[in-house]
T-cell receptor, first 113, second 114 residues
Framework: DGGITQSPKYLFRKEGQNVTLSCEQN?????MYWYRQDPGQGLRLIYY???????QKGDIAEGYSVSREKKESFPLTVTSAQKNPTAFYLC????????????FGPGTRLTVL | AQSVTQLDSQVPVFEEAPVELRCNYS??????LFWYVQYPNQGLQLLLK??????LVKGINGFEAEFNKSQTSFHLRKPSVHISDTAEYFC????????????FGSGTRLSIRP
């Protein structure tokens, strides 16, 4: 089955630790995105990548980093510089252009203790 | 800059009743509009999108939305809801000149009562 996988589904970390969230897609999509979802705030764009080895900051990139070494993978690292990292993180991909539908993964819920 | 406002954070309705979820946007340029649905603890799924052409857009699961340029609205409707429609619904907008970003609204939680 084609789709987007995110792992793990739930993640707990101690304050001050970096943590990397995985996102893999087998849809052969060029573009990939990371969003953060907080209650009552909808989705906010963290980073996006339209092609391998290239990515751009979204609206709330501070405290996060990404890489795009392979077309199918777009891992997100939440660094200790992120002031309030506890949230639901969603990865998405699309064939290429913005008008293309974005396909979302099931999400990772990160809790920092 | 664009923005999206979903006027209702929660909408309770009885099963088989009609429902309308409101969405207004602001943008100085022409836009594309989307509605996504999120079931509990899952990612988002596209319900429908308006790119151009007919202002009445039909989507999956019996939903439809109407683009009203003069009122800058894109309200989502369903004539008869089912328990399985219980979810959070997100309106989103992107401007036609952008190749990168969609702006999401804050979401409307639809709860269906039997």
């Amino acid at each position: 089955d084609g789709g987007i996988t995110q792992s793990p589904k739930y993640l707990f970390r101690k304050e001050g630790q970096n943590v990397t969230l995985s996102c893999e897609q087998n849809l052969n999509h060029d573009a990939m995105y990371w969003y953060r979802q907080d209650p009552g705030q909808g989705l906010r764009l963290i980073y996006y990548s339209q092609i391998v080895n290239d990515f751009q900051k979204g609206d709330i990139a501070e405290g996060y980093s990404v890489s795009r070494e392979k077309k199918e993978s777009f891992p997100l690292t939440v660094t200790s510089a992120q002031k309030n990292p506890t949230a639901f993180y969603l990865c998405a991909s699309s064939p290429g252009r913005l008008l293309d539908t974005q396909y979302f993964g099931p999400g990772t819920r990160l809790t920092v203790l | 800059a664009q923005s999206v406002t979903q006027l209702d954070s929660q909408v309770p309705v009885f099963e088989e009743a009609p429902v309308e979820l409101r969405c207004n946007y602001s943008s100085s340029v022409s836009v594309y509009l989307f509605w996504y649905v999120q079931y509990p603890n899952q990612g988002l799924q596209l319900l429908l999108k308006y790119l151009s052409g007919s202002t009445l857009v039909k989507g999956i699961n019996g939903f439809e939305a109407e683009f009203n340029k003069s009122q800058t609205s894109f309200h989502l409707r369903k004539p008869s809801v089912h328990i399985s429609d219980t979810a959070e619904y997100f309106c989103a907008v992107s401007d036609q000149s952008s190749a990168s970003k969609i702006i999401f609204g804050s979401g409307t939680r639809l709860s269906i009562r039997p």
